[in-house]
Antibody, heavy 120, light 111 residues
Framework: QVQLAESGGGVVQPGKSLTLSCVAS????????MHWVRQAPGKGLEWVAV????????YYSDSVKGRFTISRDNSKNTLYLQMNSLRAEDTAVYYC?????????????WGQGTMVTVSS | QSVLTQPPSVSGAPGQRVTISCTGS?????????VHWYQQLPGTAPRFLIY???NRPSGVPDRFSGSKSGTSASLAITGLQAEDEADYYC???????????FGTGTKVSVL
Protein backbone atom coordinates (compact mmCIF):
# COMPACT_ATOMS: atom_id res chain seq x y z
CA GLN A 1 0.00 0.00 0.00
CA VAL A 2 1.39 3.36 -1.05
CA GLN A 3 1.74 5.54 2.04
CA LEU A 4 3.43 8.56 3.52
CA ALA A 5 3.68 9.07 7.28
CA GLU A 6 4.86 12.32 8.84
CA SER A 7 6.22 12.72 12.35
CA GLY A 8 8.14 15.19 14.46
CA GLY A 9 5.53 17.86 15.05
CA GLY A 10 4.94 19.44 18.42
CA VAL A 11 4.97 22.67 20.41
CA VAL A 12 8.09 24.78 20.06
CA GLN A 13 9.06 28.27 21.22
CA PRO A 14 9.60 31.10 18.75
CA GLY A 15 13.16 31.16 17.44
CA LYS A 16 13.72 27.47 18.11
CA SER A 17 14.19 24.60 15.67
CA LEU A 18 12.30 21.45 14.76
CA THR A 19 12.82 18.66 12.23
CA LEU A 20 9.95 16.86 10.54
CA SER A 21 10.23 13.43 8.94
CA CYS A 22 8.13 11.71 6.31
CA VAL A 23 8.56 7.96 5.79
CA ALA A 24 7.44 6.52 2.48
CA SER A 25 6.30 2.96 1.84
CA UNK A 26 4.78 0.95 -0.98
CA UNK A 27 6.68 2.63 -3.83
CA UNK A 28 10.22 3.36 -5.01
CA UNK A 29 10.86 6.54 -3.05
CA UNK A 30 13.95 7.51 -5.01
CA UNK A 31 11.95 7.78 -8.25
CA UNK A 32 9.85 10.73 -7.12
CA UNK A 33 10.24 14.40 -6.29
CA MET A 34 8.71 15.23 -2.93
CA HIS A 35 7.02 18.31 -1.49
CA TRP A 36 6.12 19.81 1.87
CA VAL A 37 2.78 21.65 2.04
CA ARG A 38 1.37 23.31 5.14
CA GLN A 39 -2.03 24.46 6.32
CA ALA A 40 -2.45 26.99 9.12
CA PRO A 41 -5.47 26.45 11.38
CA GLY A 42 -8.64 27.32 9.48
CA LYS A 43 -6.67 28.43 6.43
CA GLY A 44 -5.87 27.13 2.96
CA LEU A 45 -3.00 25.09 1.61
CA GLU A 46 0.44 26.68 1.20
CA TRP A 47 3.28 25.07 -0.72
CA VAL A 48 6.52 25.09 1.29
CA ALA A 49 9.32 23.27 -0.52
CA VAL A 50 10.22 20.64 -3.13
CA UNK A 51 13.21 18.35 -3.59
CA UNK A 52 14.09 16.50 -6.77
CA UNK A 53 14.05 12.70 -6.74
CA UNK A 54 17.84 12.53 -6.38
CA UNK A 55 18.16 15.55 -4.09
CA UNK A 56 19.95 17.55 -6.77
CA UNK A 57 17.54 20.48 -6.72
CA UNK A 58 15.62 22.15 -3.93
CA TYR A 59 13.20 25.08 -4.05
CA TYR A 60 11.41 26.99 -1.31
CA SER A 61 8.57 29.44 -0.84
CA ASP A 62 9.67 32.96 0.01
CA SER A 63 8.07 32.64 3.44
CA VAL A 64 10.52 29.91 4.54
CA LYS A 65 13.57 30.50 2.34
CA GLY A 66 16.71 30.78 4.44
CA ARG A 67 15.04 29.25 7.51
CA PHE A 68 13.84 25.82 6.34
CA THR A 69 15.85 23.07 4.66
CA ILE A 70 14.35 20.16 2.76
CA SER A 71 16.40 16.99 2.41
CA ARG A 72 15.97 13.28 1.80
CA ASP A 73 17.64 9.95 2.42
CA ASN A 74 16.62 7.57 -0.35
CA SER A 75 18.27 4.64 1.43
CA LYS A 76 15.87 5.18 4.32
CA ASN A 77 12.84 6.17 2.21
CA THR A 78 12.63 9.33 4.28
CA LEU A 79 12.00 13.00 3.56
CA TYR A 80 12.95 15.71 6.05
CA LEU A 81 12.14 19.33 6.77
CA GLN A 82 14.57 21.12 9.06
CA MET A 83 12.86 24.24 10.41
CA ASN A 84 14.94 26.92 12.08
CA SER A 85 14.11 30.35 13.53
CA LEU A 86 10.48 29.35 13.88
CA ARG A 87 7.82 32.03 14.03
CA ALA A 88 4.23 32.08 15.21
CA GLU A 89 3.10 32.22 11.59
CA ASP A 90 4.75 28.85 10.94
CA THR A 91 2.06 27.22 13.09
CA ALA A 92 0.33 24.74 10.78
CA VAL A 93 -0.29 21.14 9.87
CA TYR A 94 2.62 20.05 7.69
CA TYR A 95 1.96 17.50 4.95
CA CYS A 96 4.47 15.69 2.79
CA UNK A 97 3.26 14.87 -0.71
CA UNK A 98 4.55 12.85 -3.64
CA UNK A 99 4.98 14.50 -7.03
CA UNK A 100 3.83 12.21 -9.84
CA UNK A 101 5.70 13.31 -12.93
CA UNK A 102 3.74 10.84 -15.05
CA UNK A 103 0.55 12.66 -14.10
CA UNK A 104 1.65 16.20 -14.90
CA UNK A 105 3.36 16.63 -11.53
CA UNK A 106 0.20 16.38 -9.47
CA UNK A 107 0.64 15.84 -5.75
CA UNK A 108 -0.88 12.37 -5.86
CA UNK A 109 -0.10 10.91 -2.45
CA TRP A 110 -0.34 12.83 0.83
CA GLY A 111 0.57 11.94 4.37
CA GLN A 112 -1.82 12.42 7.26
CA GLY A 113 0.02 15.54 8.42
CA THR A 114 1.86 16.54 11.58
CA MET A 115 0.96 19.61 13.64
CA VAL A 116 3.56 22.24 14.47
CA THR A 117 2.66 24.90 17.02
CA VAL A 118 5.02 27.80 17.58
CA SER A 119 4.19 29.46 20.87
CA SER A 120 5.88 30.75 23.97
CA GLN B 1 -1.59 35.70 -0.48
CA SER B 2 -2.59 33.23 -3.18
CA VAL B 3 -2.32 34.08 -6.87
CA LEU B 4 -5.13 31.67 -7.76
CA THR B 5 -8.55 32.99 -6.76
CA GLN B 6 -11.52 30.77 -5.98
CA PRO B 7 -14.98 31.64 -4.63
CA PRO B 8 -15.06 31.12 -0.85
CA SER B 9 -18.15 28.93 -1.02
CA VAL B 10 -20.65 27.33 -3.36
CA SER B 11 -23.73 25.33 -2.49
CA GLY B 12 -26.36 23.22 -4.15
CA ALA B 13 -29.13 20.77 -3.50
CA PRO B 14 -28.55 17.04 -3.87
CA GLY B 15 -28.47 16.10 -7.51
CA GLN B 16 -27.66 19.59 -8.74
CA ARG B 17 -24.58 20.76 -10.61
CA VAL B 18 -22.09 23.18 -9.12
CA THR B 19 -18.95 24.70 -10.56
CA ILE B 20 -15.87 26.12 -8.88
CA SER B 21 -13.75 28.64 -10.71
CA CYS B 22 -10.01 29.13 -10.34
CA THR B 23 -8.78 32.44 -11.74
CA GLY B 24 -5.08 32.94 -12.37
CA SER B 25 -2.93 35.05 -14.64
CA UNK B 26 -0.50 34.98 -17.54
CA UNK B 27 2.31 33.71 -15.31
CA UNK B 28 0.53 30.57 -14.15
CA UNK B 29 -2.60 29.13 -15.76
CA UNK B 30 -2.34 31.47 -18.75
CA UNK B 31 1.27 30.45 -19.30
CA UNK B 32 0.15 26.91 -20.00
CA UNK B 33 0.92 25.31 -16.67
CA UNK B 34 -1.38 22.46 -15.75
CA VAL B 35 -4.11 22.87 -13.16
CA HIS B 36 -4.84 20.15 -10.61
CA TRP B 37 -7.75 19.90 -8.20
CA TYR B 38 -7.81 18.51 -4.67
CA GLN B 39 -10.61 17.62 -2.28
CA GLN B 40 -10.16 17.95 1.46
CA LEU B 41 -12.82 16.35 3.62
CA PRO B 42 -13.15 17.77 7.15
CA GLY B 43 -10.25 16.77 9.36
CA THR B 44 -8.42 14.83 6.65
CA ALA B 45 -5.50 15.30 4.29
CA PRO B 46 -6.17 16.51 0.74
CA ARG B 47 -6.55 13.98 -2.06
CA PHE B 48 -6.26 14.70 -5.74
CA LEU B 49 -9.39 14.70 -7.89
CA ILE B 50 -8.27 16.00 -11.26
CA TYR B 51 -4.81 16.22 -12.78
CA UNK B 52 -3.56 17.87 -15.94
CA UNK B 53 -6.60 20.16 -16.19
CA UNK B 54 -9.17 17.49 -17.03
CA ASN B 55 -7.92 13.99 -16.22
CA ARG B 56 -9.61 11.93 -13.57
CA PRO B 57 -7.63 9.25 -11.71
CA SER B 58 -9.13 5.82 -11.16
CA GLY B 59 -11.48 5.77 -8.21
CA VAL B 60 -12.76 9.31 -8.68
CA PRO B 61 -16.41 9.35 -9.79
CA ASP B 62 -17.14 10.74 -13.23
CA ARG B 63 -19.38 13.30 -11.53
CA PHE B 64 -16.20 15.33 -11.17
CA SER B 65 -14.78 17.05 -14.25
CA GLY B 66 -12.21 19.73 -14.93
CA SER B 67 -11.61 22.25 -17.67
CA LYS B 68 -9.24 25.08 -18.46
CA SER B 69 -9.48 28.11 -20.70
CA GLY B 70 -7.16 31.09 -20.92
CA THR B 71 -6.15 32.19 -17.44
CA SER B 72 -8.87 30.23 -15.64
CA ALA B 73 -9.89 26.70 -14.80
CA SER B 74 -13.05 25.13 -13.44
CA LEU B 75 -14.12 22.09 -11.49
CA ALA B 76 -17.68 20.86 -12.03
CA ILE B 77 -19.56 18.48 -9.79
CA THR B 78 -22.72 17.01 -11.28
CA GLY B 79 -25.28 15.02 -9.34
CA LEU B 80 -24.15 16.62 -6.08
CA GLN B 81 -24.11 14.24 -3.12
CA ALA B 82 -23.87 14.80 0.62
CA GLU B 83 -20.44 13.15 0.64
CA ASP B 84 -19.16 15.92 -1.65
CA GLU B 85 -19.25 18.42 1.21
CA ALA B 86 -15.60 19.42 1.49
CA ASP B 87 -13.05 22.07 0.68
CA TYR B 88 -11.70 22.10 -2.86
CA TYR B 89 -8.39 23.61 -4.02
CA CYS B 90 -6.92 24.24 -7.44
CA UNK B 91 -3.13 24.14 -7.86
CA UNK B 92 -0.65 25.14 -10.54
CA UNK B 93 2.82 26.59 -10.99
CA UNK B 94 3.72 30.25 -11.27
CA UNK B 95 6.74 31.17 -13.37
CA UNK B 96 7.14 34.73 -12.10
CA UNK B 97 7.14 33.57 -8.48
CA UNK B 98 9.03 30.36 -9.31
CA UNK B 99 6.87 28.37 -6.96
CA UNK B 100 3.92 26.04 -6.85
CA UNK B 101 0.67 27.79 -5.98
CA PHE B 102 -2.66 26.75 -4.52
CA GLY B 103 -5.98 28.44 -4.93
CA THR B 104 -7.70 30.16 -2.03
CA GLY B 105 -10.02 27.21 -1.56
CA THR B 106 -13.79 26.74 -1.93
CA LYS B 107 -16.15 25.18 0.59
CA VAL B 108 -18.88 23.15 -1.05
CA SER B 109 -22.09 22.75 0.93
CA VAL B 110 -24.93 20.40 0.08
CA LEU B 111 -28.24 21.97 1.08
Amino acid sequence: QVQLAESGGGVVQPGKSLTLSCVASGFTFGDYAMHWVRQAPGKGLEWVAVIWHDGSKKYYSDSVKGRFTISRDNSKNTLYLQMNSLRAEDTAVYYCARDDHAKNDVFDIWGQGTMVTVSS
Amino acid sequence: QSVLTQPPSVSGAPGQRVTISCTGSSSNIGAGYDVHWYQQLPGTAPRFLIYGNRNRPSGVPDRFSGSKSGTSASLAITGLQAEDEADYYCQSYDSSLSRYVFGTGTKVSVL
